[in-house]
Structures are given as C-alpha cells and as structure tokens.
C-alpha cells in the first residue's frame, strides 16, 4: 500500500550567517597544537638523523647548507674555548659550566687566586684547589687576610657593636619614616605619635615600618624592605659570631694558616703576586672587595661587628671597644704589635720558600686611614730586617706599600728614622718599575701639628736607582714641600704614569697651581719622558669618603693648552694649614674613595644630597 509512497531528503539545517559574514568581515580557521602534542613531535635534529642522508633536500637551511654543516660553540677544542672565556666574567663561566656538561668538562673555572685566614672555609678551598691537577698550575695570586675577629664576652656588647656599626644606616631608615609619617599624615594619622623606637627594635623594622615604607614606595625603601627581610636576629647572629671566633682562635694556636702560605707558595707554581689585607671582613650590608669562600659560606643576612685589625682611628670613637686594650700599638723593640702577625708570617714564608716567579708584593688597606705599623721602619725589628733581606732576594717589580701612622706623638723620636730606613729598603730593590706608597700622614688627624720636620718627605727619599727603574709612580697622603715635590718629579726620567693622592705642603704659604705651572714649563724645555698625570684631593671637609679626580685634565694642561684644574689654595682656604693639594670645582671625577673604579663626572652630580644617594 506505500509502494507510491516517495521518501522527500530531509531539509538541510541552515545557520543563519554570522553577525561578522553579515558585516563583510571574513575569518580564517587556524588550526592549533596543544601543548600536549606538541611534545610528541620529533624535533627537526632527529628527523635529520634518521632521513638526512637519503633526503639531504629537505633539511636545508636558509642559506642552502644542509643542517649538520652547520657548527656551534660545542664543537670548539678547548683551547679555543678557553680563549674565548678570557673575555667572559666568572660569573658567565658558572652559567656556561651549568647550562651544558660537555661546557662543563671541557670550560676551567677562571681561579686565579686564592685566600688564606684562619676559617676552615679558605683553607679547605685552598687544600682542593692544591690537590686539583690543573687549577693549581692557574693560581697568580695569594691573599692573606690579617683580619682577626674581636672577642665580645657578652651578647650585650655584640649588640652594641652591631647597633653602633649600623648608626649612619639606621639614621638613614629614621629619616625617612619621618618624611613619609609627615607625608601621609592625613591618611594614617595614627602613626603621628609614634617614636623611633615603636618604629626599629635591634636595628630592624617593626610592622608599623614596614607599612610606612611599603606605603611610601621608591627604591629607597624597597632597598630597605629587602634588606630587613634577610637580616638576622642579634641572637642568632652572637651564636654564630661565637662559633667563628672559637674556630679561629683554635686554627691560629695550631698554625695551620701559618703552614697554609708555605704549603701555597710550594704548591702554586705560578704565583706572581702576594697580597697582605685587612678589607676582607666587612660588615654584612657591604659588599666586600674580595669574595672569599668565608664570605660566600656565610648565611644571608648575618650580622657582624666591623673588624678594625690594623686599628685606624674609629677605635677611640667606638664606645663598645672599652674591653680591647687601645694601647696594643705600644712600643716594642724587636717584633711589630700582634695585631700585624700576618706580615711577618708572609715575609718569613716567602724567604723560606723562594720563588723566581714572585713579581709583587701588595698592602692593599682599600685607601682606608690604616695599614702596616710604622715600627716596621725601627731598624731593631726581627719584621724590618725580614723586609730588607725579601727585598734582597726576591725579583719584585710591583710594591704597594701602606703605613699606618696611629697611636704615637708626631714628636716621638722614631719618626725622623723613618724616611731614612724607607729608603734604604727601597734602595735593595733592582728589579722595581711600579711603586705606590700611601703614608697616611696627610690623612691622619693629628694635624696641624705636622710642622714637625720628622715628619715630612724629602725629594730624595726615593733612592737613585728606584728614580731610574720607576715606569708607574704613586705617592698618597705625604707631606712635602713645594720645591721637594717638584724636585721629585723632574728626577722620574722614566716614568709613564705619576698618581698624586691627598698631597699636603708643610709650607705656611703654599700655591700647588704654581708647582704644575713650574712642570709645564719644565716639560716644555726638557727632552725628558712626559708621564700621564693623576691628581687626587678632598670632595670637602665633610666628605671623608668621597675625593675628586683629574687625569686628562692635568695632561691638557701639561702638555697643551688646557686651563690648570688645581686652584689656588691660599685664596679659596687661606686659613687651613698645612695645605691640601686641591682641585677646582665641577672638574674632573667623583670618585668613592673606598673604591676609585665607582666613579662619576662632577658636573653631573649637583647637589650633595645626588652625590649623597650616588654614592649609597
């Protein structure tokens, strides 16, 4: 009975077109790869692999090579890979080392040097880096610490020392709550009647603080945030400070860092310098000039009383310093004060150990008002007869010698000796070509009293021989008379580089401009050598760690047509005596005095409060 029945299609469902067809707007369907598949997908390397031979057409790259022709820095022997790392920092190498183990096996870390102090951590260092058979035969160079820890008896006076260290940083914080307190004192009125000590307890910040800070923003305070959220507590930081110290005292008694230097100079092959310091041991918000493996084993945040170990003159200003012995500079007749065992420790390894290969011996104090005790020059010493007969046998070119002048009367009859026996040393040298003496005698603060003849430097200090040999001369905080200046340098007939640091006259009337008018002049008339000139002096009175710097300058002055950048002392600061070799204003370089490498233009800096947030 359907037989005539006829099935109709049905009627296909048609959407409505889209309010974007409608529009004239058309898309186009991308197809996408979920993050899943795609980890599925051979990569083009493998592909090569397996087709590459029989299908070399399709694995060309843009410029028509096949893949496999093209090469990377893997493929480099690992001399040409070690030529490349010379120009990489160490911190580069680490990363290289990190990111791939054929780097790893085939890149050396750059090691040039080595530390040694009486922690365990820098003499197990230094023990691998001995028994290691191709970093030992990379080492330049040994850094002994002579920073010995302070003995504090009580967690009272730890806490003293710390708080007093971190004085200027907690000002700082002081100040500017307060601004921000006054800023926002409509929106949290409620801080109004706080007191510093509800807003900083041991030198960290309290909840109130930290939500001023965090209201007030800028890098200031994140800086100061950051820094609170890593600083231990003063408890903590005395355990620790306790266990450092026993560790050091024990190492000492034994002597192991002592047959540490003997075991570095036998065991280092290619040492060329032998550096003695007191800058490793800093206080734990600055950044210290050698990372040592001590520094790095420390935990973040660890606070630590500043260590003065060549005692330069804060120790009288540091109330919690009352238990320590401030005469330990007395005088003695034989051997310098314990606070400077290290010298003669180095000085007597070196002599026992000789090394054909040594070519410099630095006292590094960082241009800081300290260095080695001026009773190393007391011809009676065991240490200054040690220096002569190193001196004697030893081939240096390169000695940076710093003498700290502290605890004694200018009038003390030692002084007048001092020159005297300076160049007498000196003058055992055959092989030296670069000298920098920092005397600190126009940086101490025993002035104006150095109208005393001791205490002054003569042109002839340097003996004959060292004027000739000299190639590079730097001479810091003397005191000298205008015609001794000048004397000395027209007598350098060699020299190529001539530093000029914090130079004081012993004159009553003193014009510095006029000594470099008379060297122009006399640079003009003589075929002699004509050296590039450094001149440093004072920022300003209040500015201890700041000091100008001309270089260029003074060489276009010298040697061309260029304005002198000294001023004249007289007219500018007539009542000051004896007078410092200073520099015109919006001249030159700002330089941290600390560390000469952080340096700013002058006339960029224009108010003291830039130089000021620069310089921290």
């Not at 990363?95 to 197990?124: C, E, F, G, Q, T």
């Not at 609170?228 to 450092?244: F, G, K, V, W």
């Not at 006029?514 to 000139?533: G, M, W």
Request: with cysteine; proline share 6%.
């Amino acid at each position: 009975m359907f037989h005539n029945l006829q099935l109709r299609p049905a009627r296909p469902h048609r959407r409505k077109p889209s309010l974007t067809i409608r529009a004239g707007v058309t898309k186009r369907r991308v197809s996408t790869v979920s993050a899943a598949s795609a980890s599925n997908v051979p990569s083009m390397s493998f592909m090569e692999s397996l087709f590459g031979e029989e299908f070399p057409e399709a694995f060309r790259s843009a410029d028509g090579r096949p893949i496999k022709s093209r090469t990377s820095i893997l493929v480099l022997p690992a001399e040409l890979l070690s030529i490349i790392c010379d120009d990489i920092s160490k911190l580069d190498i680490k990363r290289l080392r990190l990111a791939s183990k054929h780097l790893a096996n085939k890149v050396d870390l750059r090691i040039n040097r080595v530390y040694i102090s009486p922690n365990r951590a820098n003499l197990h260092c230094l023990q691998k880096l001995l028994d290691h058979p191709r970093y030992k035969d990379r080492v330049r160079e040994i850094v002994w610490d002579d920073a010995q820890l302070d003995e504090f008896p009580t967690l009272d006076k730890f806490r003293d020392a710390i708080l007093l260290d971190e004085r200027d940083t907690t000002r700082a914080i002081e100040n500017r709550l307060d601004q921000a307190i006054w800023e926002y004192r409509d929106n949290i009125p409620e801080y109004l009647s706080l007191e510093h000590k509800n807003l900083i307890h041991d030198g960290r910040l309290t909840d109130a603080a930290k939500d001023i800070l965090l209201r007030y923003g800028g890098r200031f305070s994140r800086d100061v945030l950051a820094r609170n959220a890593t600083m231990m507590s003063i408890e903590d930081s005395y355990a620790l400070y306790q266990s450092l110290y026993q560790q050091e005292q024990d190492i000492m008694k034994q002597q192991l860092d002592v047959a540490a230097v003997h075991q570095a100079l036998a065991g280092f092959p290619n040492i060329r310098r032998v550096t003695l310091t007191s800058e490793v041991w800093r206080s734990w918000d600055i950044h210290p000039r050698y990372n040592t493996p001590f520094y790095r084993s420390l935990p973040p945040g660890f606070r630590k009383p500043i260590v003065w170990p060549w005692l330069g003159p804060r120790l009288l200003d540091n109330f919690y310093r009352s238990h320590l012995d401030i005469h330990k500079l007395s005088e003695h007749e034989d051997r310098l004060p314990v606070e400077f065992r290290g010298y003669d420790i180095v000085v007597s390894a070196i002599l026992q150990t000789p090394n054909s290969n040594l070519k410099e011996f630095i006292i590094d104090s960082e241009n800081g008002h300290t260095g080695i005790s001026h009773y190393l020059f007391l011809d009676s010493t065991v240490e200054y007869q040690h220096t002569i007969r190193m001196f004697q046998r030893t081939p240096l070119r390169h000695l940076q010698l710093t003498i700290n002048p502290y605890w004694e009367s200018e009038s003390h009859p030692m002084y007048k000796h001092i020159p005297r026996q300076l160049t007498y040393a000196l003058a055992q040298m055959q092989h030296l070509e670069h000298l920098d003496v920092d005397l600190n005698w126009g940086k101490a603060k025993m002035w104006p009293n150095f109208d005393q003849p001791n205490f002054c430097l003569s042109s002839d200090f340097l003996p004959d021989n060292i004027k000739k040999q000299l190639k590079i001369f730097a001479l810091r905080g003397a005191v000298m008379s205008q015609s001794s200046v000048y004397d000395l340098l027209t007598t350098l007939p060699n020299v190529q580089q001539v530093t000029l640091s914090h130079i004081h006259s012993k004159d009553p009337l003193i014009w510095w401009d006029s000594v470099f008018y008379q060297l122009k002049s006399y640079y003009a008339t003589v075929n002699t050598s004509k050296p590039r000139y450094t001149v440093i002096g004072p920022l300003n009175d209040h500015s201890p760690n700041r000091s100008q710097l001309v270089d260029e300058e003074v060489d276009a002055f010298l040697y061309g047509d260029g304005e002198c950048p000294l001023i004249d002392t007289m007219q500018v600061f007539p009542d000051l005596y004896p007078q410092l070799l200073r520099i015109k204003e919006h001249v030159g370089w700002l330089i941290n005095g600390r560390d000469q490498s952080v340096r700013k233009r002058i006339y960029e800096v224009d108010e003291l409060s830039k130089v000021d947030e620069w310089m921290e």
